[in-house]
Each structure stands twice: as structure tokens, then as C-alpha cells.
């Protein structure tokens, strides 16, 4: 059975998510309750799942990764076996940053990063169109990001359990 979070457990992965590396201590002041407690329902909340890791958000650009790509993925095939297969070549792959099935037109989203457009290339087909059991394939380039926000607006989850009482 899922833990209940109350409104403190909330502002905790409100500011973390926010910002990871803050000290517990500052965390405690944020959310308004001591450092002892705070570390204890931040343990918990690791322990649950509700906290699944703390990350560094790197630029890939200054990293040398320009070229972002979205694929859409077909399979010729939709059996539980080969779905799984198609996942498990997808973390296998370097290049595919996430892997999403979806419900509709296409089965996979894969989101893609690569050096330049020669390297995706070479993966699209190399790879990806020559992967068993894939049926077709549509890649859109990224221009720019407009938003990237990670995770979930604690905004709206605040709203909704408002409404709710």
C-alpha cells in the first residue's frame, strides 16, 4: 500500500526536485521543520519510491551533442515478448536517451542524442531500421526546447488535493 504524503512530505520533493544538492538543513528551513526529521522523512520517502535519484543536469550542447531527435517507432509486431525485446535493444543503445510506449499511430518514442547529424544517421541506419521486428520509422529534429521541466508540477497536485477535501 502506497504511502500517504502529507503537505510536508509534499514541499520536501516540491524542493528537491527543484534542487537536489541542497543541504538537509536547508531543506528542513524551507519546509519549516527541523534537520532530524527532515533527514528521517526524506529516508522515507527514498525508501518508498517516491524519490528515485538525484541527478546532475548536464548541457549536452557544451558537451558536444548537438543533434537531438525525436523517433517514432513502428513494429511489425505488438506481442508482449516483442515489445520487451524492443525495450531491452533501446537501453542498449547509447544514442536513445528515453524510450516511451505509447497508445495510438506509433508504438515507441525514443528521444535521441547525438554528436552531429552524421552520427544519428548512422545509428538510424545502422541500427535502428535494421533492429528485427521494426516496422517503420519517423524522426523528427529538434530546432530548440521551449520547456524542459523534470517531473511533476506540485502546483497542480496541491490544487487537485484541495479540491478533493
Same mark, same amino acid.
Given at each position: 500500500?502506497?504511502? *500517504? ?8 520533493? !516540491? ?27 526524506? *529516508?522515507?520517502?527514498?525508501? !518508498? ?33 516483442? =515489445? @520487451? !525485446? ?23 518514442? =525514443? ?19 535494421? @533492429? ?13 526546447? !521551449? ?9 497542480? =497536485? ?5 479540491? @478533493?477535501?
Amino acid at each position: 500500500m502506497p504511502m *500517504r504524503l502529507d503537505q510536508i512530505d509534499r514541499k520536501i520533493l !516540491a524542493e528537491l526536485q527543484a534542487d537536489g544538492r541542497m543541504t538537509n538543513v536547508e531543506l528542513a528551513k524551507r519546509v519549516g521543520i527541523s534537520a532530524p526529521p527532515c533527514l528521517r522523512r526524506v *529516508r522515507t520517502l527514498e525508501e !518508498a519510491g517516491y524519490i528515485k535519484g538525484y541527478h546532475a543536469e548536464v548541457d549536452a550542447r557544451e558537451l558536444g551533442f548537438e543533434v537531438q531527435v525525436f523517433a517514432m517507432v513502428g513494429l511489425a509486431s505488438q506481442a508482449e515478448s516483442d =515489445l @520487451t !525485446a524492443f525495450e531491452d535493444r533501446c537501453r542498449a543503445w547509447p544514442l536513445v536517451r528515453e524510450c516511451h510506449m505509447l497508445n495510438g499511430e506509433v508504438d515507441f518514442i =525514443l528521444k535521441c542524442a547525438a554528436p552531429d547529424l552524421s552520427s544519428f544517421q548512422r545509428f538510424l541506419t545502422g541500427e535502428l531500421l535494421t @533492429t528485427h521486428n521494426v516496422a517503420s520509422v519517423k524522426t523528427s529534429l529538434v530546432i530548440r526546447v !521551449a520547456k524542459d521541466d523534470p517531473g511533476v508540477s506540485f502546483d497542480v =497536485l496541491e490544487e487537485r488535493l484541495a479540491e @478533493t477535501v
